[in-house]
């Protein structure tokens, strides 16, 4: 049983240990890397089907403990459903982008050894969806972070390394307040594992009924890290970082980036704002929910701005981040169900798109909208066109596409709550999305180039008059992802269900931590609270 | 750079700050110490040696390329837990046996070693990667 956990773990390492020792042939790394990203996928196969098959209903969670060291002293790895979801998209983008940089990346990049920092990437984010602890989700963000920075500067060009420094500069300050929030917390606390935290921190909520001290101090770290993840997943209004860098290393990194990075932002906000913060939910909540509105409308506006393939995409990920802190800000059991659902949608469209944009730019030579490209894809390359059309489609909510059902969800959830206008906004942004969409659709893939009149012209080199091949590498990780995408939208009540499952899991703390904890200790944390005198 | 004094220096202290790495590798399991910091006192002499006789003559010293070290300590620390799971515990749990030297006493030898001795590596490997690839600059 606790093999299963730490495999999602482990292959990444092993595979990245392998391609290191195979410096010397990007080839053999290459194949084993694939290799590696089937093995993680299958293992999380496994580890999802597990944790929804497990006896303990509503779906179990399964419990590590490192190093034989019992639970609140050692390191703790969980995987409940939400945890098991994340490693499977995160293996389903790992794996897309790993083929697709078969033929992306070019050679130099890979001879510094880019498909092993792939996979030491995916090891941390991996790690970080199924820690049970918070200074160990600190090294798996510092895990993924490193390897993402040099992912982002690999090949030094001028505008990657401009975007680094932004990068780097921002999440090293978010890492930092990461550090200290975790810091305050156990000196507060005298603990780090997550389960042993929220024990801890209802009992003290319990106990002094919102205005003890103590209570006051879990509130101030509670805002920090609402801060330090609003960084890493690019909130309102922390978010500059994102457009600034995401468009300028390889298509192939910005597609894992924009996939998986900073939904391990989402994730531990989520995680721990129903998990352990949960004791002042009036104030945290009430913040997420201006944060998730003010990021949905800013994103979009952005994006509308925007005349470039992949700051447009950019600026779609912070609106659409947004969507997902409105699930978690809302705080009931559809709304969380709705987040959960609406990141299953995102994570698999939005790297899709990346994917999508490193085609259109072979294609047209250029990634900027405003400038003619060499080719129209709509007439030159119809199917790349369709496989555009299918997560553009999503992303902005068109049905039967799973991103339709995810927004539905939320809005749903927003009126039952009666907030008509965070309802109204979610719409709003939904509209925009779609006008930017069209808007890539009508520069890049409709438009014709302006070449009747330079056809002629003698400077014409002869092979542009052709578009280039695209590779059959390229083309089968973004139909196999448009695939996904279709079927998720096709079988929304299965994966409804799913969602509400992880929903009402969690939404009952308690069970958490009777799994991590034990039974009886919950209950011996409590008395020993009683008896203390109160301060 | 190219300084008499610096070189002359090299010579002695390089060998010196590679022994001390290896025990201050080997006394970290009970007393300060340990992989990661011995790692780094056996790269500063590794880097020293960089310094005084140019990246070429180290890079031609070590005969290992800094990735094959790095991906070696990976193995063995990666090994070290795995050796835990072959055996139907969880990740990383410590196994230890008693080494019986003939003449003498007993030592106890276990999988938190191999694991140090894999963090040594890797800090090694890493640190000689940067600090070479910043020498030939």
């Known amino acids: 049983m606790s093999t299963l956990i730490v495999l999602p773990i482990i292959i990444p390492l092993v595979t990245a240990c392998l391609g290191l020792l195979a410096f010397r042939s990007p080839r053999i790394q290459q194949a084993l890397s694939v290799l590696g990203g089937f093995g993680l996928l299958t293992a999380a196969i496994v580890l999802l089907m597990r944790v929804w098959t497990a006896a303990e209903p509503p779906g179990g969670i399964l419990v590590a403990q490192m190093g034989s060291w019992p639970a609140p002293f050692g390191i703790t790895l969980v995987a409940d459903l939400f945890g098991a979801i994340m490693v499977l998209l995160a293996a389903i983008t790992g794996l897309a982008v790993l083929i697709y940089s078969v033929a992306d990346v070019d050679m130099p990049r890979k001879r510094l050894l880019y498909f092993p920092l792939v996979h030491v990437l995916l090891a941390g984010v991996c790690g970080a969806f199924l820690t049970g602890d918070v200074f160990n989700l600190y090294v798996c963000f510092e895990v993924l972070l490193l390897s993402s920075f040099v992912l982002l500067s690999l090949g030094s060009e001028r505008a990657q390394l401009e975007g680094a420094i932004k990068y780097v500069t921002l999440n090293l300050l978010s890492s930092a307040i990461f550090l200290s929030a975790a810091g305050i917390l156990y000196g507060t606390a005298g603990t780090l594992n997550m389960a042993d935290l929220s024990a801890r921190i209802a009992s003290a909520a319990e106990m002094g009924d919102g205005s003890n001290s103590q209570s006051g101090v879990f509130t101030v770290v509670a805002m920090m890290f609402m801060v330090a993840f609003g960084i890493k997943s690019a909130v309102f209004p922390l978010f500059f970082w994102l457009p600034a860098s995401y468009h300028t290393p390889p298509f192939a990194v910005s597609a894992l980036f924009a996939g998986l990075l900073t939904k391990v932002g989402v994730y531990a906000l989520i995680r721990f704002f129903t998990l352990i913060f949960v004791h002042d939910t009036g104030f945290t909540h009430t913040i997420l929910l201006w944060v998730a509105a003010l990021t949905m409308v800013t994103g979009v506006l952005g994006a509308a701005v925007q005349m470039e393939f992949r700051r447009v995409l950019s600026f779609h990920i912070i609106s659409q981040i947004g969507y997902m802190v409105l699930g978690l800000a809302l705080f009931t059991p559809l709304a969380i169900a709705g987040a959960v659902f609406y990141i299953i949608h995102h994570i698999v469209v939005k790297a899709n798109l990346f994917l999508v944009a490193g085609i259109a730019h072979r294609l047209r030579g250029t990634s900027a909208l405003d400038r003619p490209g060499r080719f129209s894809i709509y007439s030159s390359a119809p199917l790349v066109a369709v496989l555009f059309m299918i997560p553009a489609m999503s992303l902005a909510g068109v049905p039967p596409l799973s991103g339709f059902w995810a927004k539905l969800v939320l809005i749903r959830a927003a009126i039952d709550e009666r907030l008509f206008a965070y309802a109204l906004v979610a719409l709003l942004v939904g509209i925009m999305t779609l006008f930017s969409m069209t808007k890539i659709w009508a520069e890049a893939f409709w438009k014709s180039p302006p070449d009747e009149d330079r056809r002629g012209a003698p400077d014409e080199p002869e092979s542009a008059a052709r578009p280039p091949r695209i590779d059959r590498s390229l083309l089968g990780p973004i139909a196999a992802l448009a695939a996904i995408t279709v079927a998720i939208g096709l079988l929304a009540g299965p994966v409804f269900d799913l969602s509400t499952r992880t929903a009402e899991q969690l939404l009952n703390p308690a069970g958490y931590v009777r799994a991590v904890l034990g039974a009886d200790h919950h209950r011996a944390a409590t008395a020993e609270r009683k008896e203390e005198p109160a301060p | ?137």
């Open chain 2, 1 to 137: 750079m190219n300084s008499t004094i610096l070189q002359t220096a090299t010579r002695y202290l390089l060998p010196m700050l590679l022994v001390i790495s290896v025990v201050v590798l080997f006394q970290g399991h009970n007393l300060p110490g340990g992989g990661f910091i011995a790692g780094l006192i056996g790269a500063s002499g590794l880097a020293l040696h960089g310094m005084a006789f140019g990246p070429k003559s180290t890079r031609e010293a070590l005969r290992i390329n800094p990735a094959t070290v790095m991906g070696v300590g990976l193995a063995a620390a990666l090994g070290s837990g795995l050796f835990a799971v072959f055996m139907g515990l969880p990740l990383l749990t410590g196994i230890w046996f008693n080494l019986e030297v003939p003449g003498l006493k007993t030592i106890k030898v276990g999988t938190p070693v191999i694991f140090d001795i894999g963090v040594y590596l890797v800090v090694l490997g890493v640190v000689m990667a940067i600090v070479l690839s910043l020498l030939e600059e």
